[in-house]
């Protein structure tokens, strides 16, 4: 009967009650907001590393990311590429020759990845050439064309067609240089690799370095997120003298910037419950000094102060769950439809700030399902913390002067 | 016959430091089973404090309370809650029900706290709705109830758990005088009938008119008990 009369008591003053509810309703909806922007920020900063940038999985020569030393190749290159692309997880997988070289022109020089790539394969991959804003695709007749970011063309002054020098060390330690004339400039999410990634034809390097049919890099694309280490796993046993790496490995930074931004959101969502716990205990104990007399009769007959405390504390939390699903659907309906639409966050003028971190600007939001018994416990944890105060406010009430009020 | 109320030498002195104030005096109290007795005095003669001291929900500064024997004086807060709901009824000044449950429910309530089970809380019910001839209002809340009802509903609910005695705080003084007289004839017919024991402090002449005993107090002293005046006539 206590939670009866818990249950009732909270419309004896509808007026207040809803408003309360309505205040934890919109504290959930806002703080799910954010959440679901952080998330949505994250799961594109993910999918830009994976599809744009390393892929699910790489292999290299063990030694070759040591120091990027071109005699460092896979051998029997195109076999494993058969092989792997047999394995019913792949999507894609491509090869990349790499070197580390200095890009010259007549206004200056930049230190460089240059990365030798097959235009189909590398374009199933890292979708290259759908980011290419000035130009076209690699002409795989042509020899000798490259395709430098939008940050890299600025800095040294270049546009298309302009004529570059890229200067490299061969497997002998030889120094060789190539004249390229530029195909495209290109523009990422990532203002960084823009800045610092130049791609060429594969063909081209290769011969330059002199490691024909070889190559330095495979990288992998997988149909499902959740294959990456079963299959990395996999690759490792098949391919032993080889250095598999997930994504998470090669971009260790990512996966620390999701468990930072993950753990800052519930920071956020306790910030934001405990402004609205000041405003539930201020309404429990309203509604508690407004009772003193029926408590101290309740008291008087022999209700026992642990029925008192059940009662605020059914009452707090009733009021907290009541306004709780308003909260979740608002927050569902508002988030489905921006992660449907997408959140353009250009219009705050911040393109160039989140670029250089890394993230593009259009957000689509998602609802932090997985958050989802987290958040329910970081609310009826606020409830009941809010109604301590009130509930142990009532049970000290001694019934003789509670009557009198 | 049964003691029910045994106080022996109690006083509730307040501003002990200062000024004291005795609100009791050194009152000695002695109510045997099936009394109806009324507690009569001008305001501030310490009959409400009395009665919150018998009730256990106050405790007296001097002296002991004996209820069917136990010593309340000596029980802590938390047992006399306990106390109180299996020995003592309750009957308030201004009505006192839950305004969130029914006339029923509010009856109900004191008998779920004791644990009763729903059958026999059914029966109780009922027969207590039935002694105070307010059946058809089993189901309304207490806003919808006129103030005799709702002091006829306090009433059954002081009844529902057979209590030893009742204790009622000027229960007729928020009340007309035929809502009054019905609930006073409730209030009789029970005492006779199942020789419920009340104690009633009151102003009211239509109350202490209807009291077999009448205790008159003043300054916190018991100056008449009508009860030792006809012990001291039947001793001479």
């Given at each position: 009967?206590?939670?009866?009369?818990?249950?009732?008591?909270?419309?004896?003053?509808?007026?207040?009650?809803?408003?309360?509810?309505?205040?934890?309703?919109?504290?959930?909806?806002?703080?799910?907001?954010?959440?679901?922007?952080?998330?949505?920020?994250?799961?594109?900063?993910?999918?830009?590393?994976?599809?744009?940038?390393?892929?699910?999985?790489?292999?290299?020569?063990?030694?070759?990311?040591?120091?990027?030393?071109?005699?460092?190749?896979?051998?029997?290159?195109?076999?494993?590429?058969?092989?792997?692309?047999?394995?019913?997880?792949?999507?894609?997988v491509a090869p990349r020759s790499i070197s580390m070289g200095m890009l010259s022109t007549a206004n200056g020089t930049a230190g460089v990845q240059i990365n030798g790539v097959v235009p189909g394969l590398e374009n199933n991959i890292s979708q290259l050439k759908s980011k290419i804003q000035e130009g076209d695709d690699f002409d795989t007749l042509k020899r000798n064309q490259i395709m430098i970011g939008r940050k890299l063309a600025g800095k040294l002054k270049v546009r298309r067609g302009s004529r570059v020098v890229l200067t490299f060390t061969d497997p002998a330690g030889e120094i060789i240089a190539g004249a390229f004339k530029i195909r495209a400039i290109y523009k990422s999410e990532n203002t960084q690799l823009d800045e610092s990634y130049v791609f060429i034809m594969k063909n081209d390097l290769n011969r330059l370095l002199n490691i024909d049919p070889d190559f330095h890099e495979i990288v992998i694309l997988l149909h499902h997120n959740e294959d990456v280490k079963p299959v990395n796993q996999k690759l490792k046993k098949i391919f032993s003298s080889l250095r598999s790496e997930t994504w998470m490995e090669i971009s260790p930074e990512t996966e620390l910037m999701t468990k930072t931004v993950d753990q800052y959101s519930y920071i956020i969502m306790i910030i934001i419950m405990m402004a609205l716990a000041f405003g539930i205990i201020n309404t429990m104990l309203m509604a508690i000094l407004e009772r003193t007399r029926e408590i101290g009769m309740m008291l008087a007959l022999g209700t026992n102060r642990l029925r008192i405390f059940l009662l605020v504390l059914y009452e707090t939390v009733i009021l907290?769950?009541?306004?709780?699903?308003?909260?979740?659907?608002?927050?569902?309906?508002?988030?489905?439809?921006?992660?449907?639409?997408?959140?353009?966050?250009s219009y705050l003028g911040s393109t160039e700030m989140l670029n250089n971190f890394g993230f593009g600007?259009?957000?689509?939001?998602?609802?932090?399902?997985?958050?989802?018994?987290?958040?329910?416990?970081?609310?009826?944890?606020?409830?009941?913390?809010?109604?301590?105060f009130p509930a142990l406010k009532a049970i000290r009430m001694q019934p003789v002067d509670a009557l009198r009020k | 016959m049964d003691t029910v109320i045994d106080a022996h030498n109690i006083s509730k002195v307040y501003n002990r430091n200062t000024i004291p104030v005795y609100a009791v005096n050194n009152v000695h109290l002695h109510l045997n089973r099936g009394e109806f007795t009324a507690l009569v005095g001008p305001s501030g003669s310490g009959k409400t404090t009395l009665l919150n001291m018998i009730g256990g929900l106050d405790k007296p500064d001097e002296g002991n309370i004996f209820i069917n024997g136990q010593d309340i004086t000596a029980l802590s807060a938390n047992e006399l809650i306990d106390f109180r709901l299996r020995n003592i009824g309750f009957v308030f000044q201004s009505?006192?029900?839950?305004?969130?449950?029914?006339?029923?429910?509010?009856?109900?309530?004191?008998?779920?706290?004791?644990?009763?089970?729903?059958?026999?809380?059914?029966?109780?019910?009922?027969?207590?709705?039935?002694?105070?001839?307010m059946v058809d209002k089993l189901d309304e809340r207490p806003s919808r109830l006129s103030g005799g009802?709702?002091?006829?509903?306090?009433?059954?609910?002081?009844?529902?758990?057979?209590?030893?005695?009742?204790?009622?705080?000027?229960?007729?003084?928020?009340?007309?005088?035929?809502?009054?007289?019905?609930?006073?004839?409730?209030?009789?017919?029970?005492?006779?009938?199942?020789?419920?024991?009340?104690?009633?402090?009151?102003?009211?002449?239509?109350?202490?008119?209807?009291a077999r005993r009448v205790i008159t107090l003043v300054d916190g002293r018991i100056i008449n008990d009508t009860a030792a005046v006809s012990t001291a006539h039947q001793q001479a």
């Open positions: 009967m206590i939670l009866s009369i818990a249950w009732r008591n909270i419309w004896r003053n509808k007026v207040r009650s809803i408003t309360i509810m309505l205040s934890i309703a919109l504290g959930l909806f806002s703080g799910l907001l954010v959440l679901s922007l952080y998330q949505g920020m994250m799961n594109s900063r993910i999918r830009s590393v994976i599809e744009s940038e390393v892929g699910h999985i790489q292999l290299h020569h063990p030694k070759f990311k040591n120091d990027y030393e071109p005699e460092f190749v896979i051998k029997r290159g195109e076999d494993i590429l058969n092989q792997i692309s047999k394995l019913p997880e792949v999507k894609f907290t769950l009541a306004g709780t699903p308003f909260g979740l659907f608002a927050s569902w309906l508002l988030i489905s439809y921006f992660n449907k639409q997408g959140l353009d966050l600007t259009m957000i689509y939001p998602e609802f932090p399902k997985e958050k989802l018994s987290g958040i329910v416990i970081i609310v009826i944890g606020t409830a009941l913390i809010s109604s301590l | 009505f006192n029900l839950i305004p969130v449950l029914t006339a029923k429910e509010n009856v109900e309530f004191i008998m779920q706290l004791q644990k009763m089970d729903k059958k026999d809380r059914d029966e109780r019910v009922l027969q207590l709705f039935q002694q105070i001839e009802q709702q002091q006829r509903v306090a009433v059954a609910r002081a009844l529902a758990t057979k209590p030893q005695f009742i204790l009622a705080d000027e229960p007729t003084a928020n009340l007309d005088s035929k809502s009054a007289s019905n609930l006073l004839d409730i209030m009789a017919k029970l005492n006779k009938e199942e020789n419920i024991t009340f104690l009633f402090s009151t102003h009211d002449q239509r109350v202490i008119d209807r």
